[in-house]
């Protein structure tokens, strides 16, 4: 049978992000100025903000049969001027992502709890996100924790111990290991990774104010992990309810749930929900426009997450 390319725009799709921010164009007023100000004083402040950050930037070792574009790099930008930097931010970048010219680009998101947690570099979310550029579209397809992969130097196991694995051979590129382990699992090119902790995912949605989620049904979770090996009980209701970092962490992990909430496919719904959810809430107009919260959410990503982006 003849392969055929796997389009992950059949997937769940969110709407483009400048649909957040539509304004009419016929004529100028008010409301425009004051948002053009906004974005202004806040491309002055990240560009303040990464310039901190990159100063601690540590050199990366890199794989020994990978170029630097697979090298593991923390979210600090490259060095540039500071005009070049601004017209980045404002006119689209003269370079060009991998997979861009093919319409396609392909990025690895994993979830990990990190150190102090069990298991602390098994992938817990694995999500595929794909992005249309001629359209804007993203779309975001989830790989089950549990699929089976066969793991360069061992063997047959559930993909989620890719990173893991990753991280035993060499400290720090545990994502760029699982990036090539998930592209020749699943046949696609996957250009990018993102590794992101249970920290950071807390920091994002309660600097953010929280996020409101439209709970789809009741489930109970009799077996959701407790501190020490333990074990305890969680709930939620249908309907529209506000959660903190915490209570949404708690939400998108339950993985015994009742009430058809106990399967991999309901909980991979259940995150993604939450993803779509704290995509609105960090684009609108309260987050982008607050250089409070956007210094409190740069410090947390430079901390908790790692990628081989830009």
Do not use: C
Request: glycine share 6%; no cysteine; net charge positive.
């Amino acid at each position: 049978m003849e392969e055929q390319d796997i389009n992950l725009l059949r997937a769940q799709k969110l709407k483009d992000w400048s649909e957040t921010i539509e304004t009419d164009t016929a004529k100028p007023n008010k409301k425009r100025l004051f948002l053009f100000i906004g974005a202004a004083l806040l491309i002055i402040v990240l560009i303040i903000s990464l310039a901190f950050i990159s100063k601690s930037r540590a050199n990366q070792d890199q794989w020994d049969d990978q170029d630097v574009t697979n090298s593991l790099i923390t979210l600090k930008p490259k060095k540039k001027s500071f005009l070049q930097t601004v017209r980045n931010f404002i006119f689209k970048s003269d370079e060009v992502f991998q997979g861009q010219e093919q319409d396609k680009i392909n990025i690895l998101v994993l979830g990990i709890g990190g150190p102090g947690h069990d298991g602390p570099y098994l992938s817990d979310t694995n999500i595929i996100f794909s992005i249309k550029p001629s359209t804007n579209e993203v779309a975001m397809i989830s790989v089950p924790r549990d699929l089976a992969a066969n793991i360069d130097g061992h063997g047959w196991y559930k993909i989620n111990h890719a990173n893991s694995f990753g991280e035993d051979k060499k400290p720090g590129h545990g994502g760029n290991f699982a990036r090539q382990i998930f592209a020749k699992t699943l046949k696609i090119d996957i250009h990018y990774y993102v590794r992101v902790d249970f920290k950071a995912f807390n920091d994002l949605i309660d600097t953010v104010g929280g996020i409101e989620v439209d709970v789809p049904r009741s489930f109970v979770d009799y077996s959701y992990p407790g501190p020490n090996y333990t074990y305890q009980t969680i709930h939620f209701k249908k309907g529209k309810q506000n959660m903190d970092g915490k209570q949404a962490l708690i939400y998108a992990r339950s993985r015994h749930g009742t009430n058809n909430e106990g399967s991999d496919f309901a909980r991979a719904k259940r995150q993604q929900l939450v993803i779509a959810t704290l995509k609105e809430k960090m684009l609108s107009a309260g987050t982008y426009l607050n250089p409070i919260k956007i210094q409190k959410i740069i410090s947390s990503l430079s901390s908790h997450i790692s990628t081989n982006l830009d």
